[in-house]
């Protein structure tokens, strides 16, 4: 009887981030009345090349909820353009069609931001301690089907 020796790799599907947010983040809306975040990060990938240093930068889009359209619409007012944070989540990719033209990207579905910064005042910043970070499920979108 001839063994199985079919190389078992793990899904593993695990993304870190650092970075500053590009723009302003969006709040965006489901077709079930949810809304989530949506920004675009900037992660530099700084390098020694014969003795000068360089940068290649990565710019990815992030989607993120916390659950709760109150929570999000608190959140978004501090991730505004040049703010640090430090993203964890997972690689998706998204195609779609506009205009008979087809396009693809790919996204990363947070399920952790961190701002790096503390807020300024006790009003701008918002408690997340009791919230579990929601599923794509819990965003309401099914895979690859985002309302944009």
């Known amino acids: 009887m001839r063994e199985d020796r079919t190389l078992r790799i793990p899904n593993i599907n695990f993304v870190i981030l650092s970075g500053r947010l590009v723009s302003d983040a969006e709040i965006r809306n489901t077709s079930d009345g949810r809304n989530f975040i949506k920004f675009r990060l900037a992660s530099d990938n700084p390098y020694r090349s014969g003795g000068e240093w360089k940068s290649?930068?990565?710019?990815?889009?992030?989607?993120?909820?916390?659950?709760?359209?109150?929570?999000?619409e608190q959140?978004?007012?501090?991730?505004t353009k040049g703010t640090p944070v430090v993203v964890e989540g997972k690689l998706r990719y998204r195609e779609w069609e506009s205009e008979g033209k087809k396009f693809n990207t790919y996204e990363i579905r947070a399920y952790r931001v961190q701002i790096l910064e503390r807020a300024a005042t006790r009003e701008e910043s918002v408690d997340l301690s009791e919230y579990e970070p929601p599923s794509d499920e819990d965003i309401g979108l099914p895979p690859g089907d985002m309302p944009f």
């Open 75 to 79: 959140l978004v007012r501090r991730l």
């Open 56 to 72: 290649n930068t990565v710019f990815i889009d992030v989607l993120y909820s916390v659950g709760r359209n109150d929570l999000n």
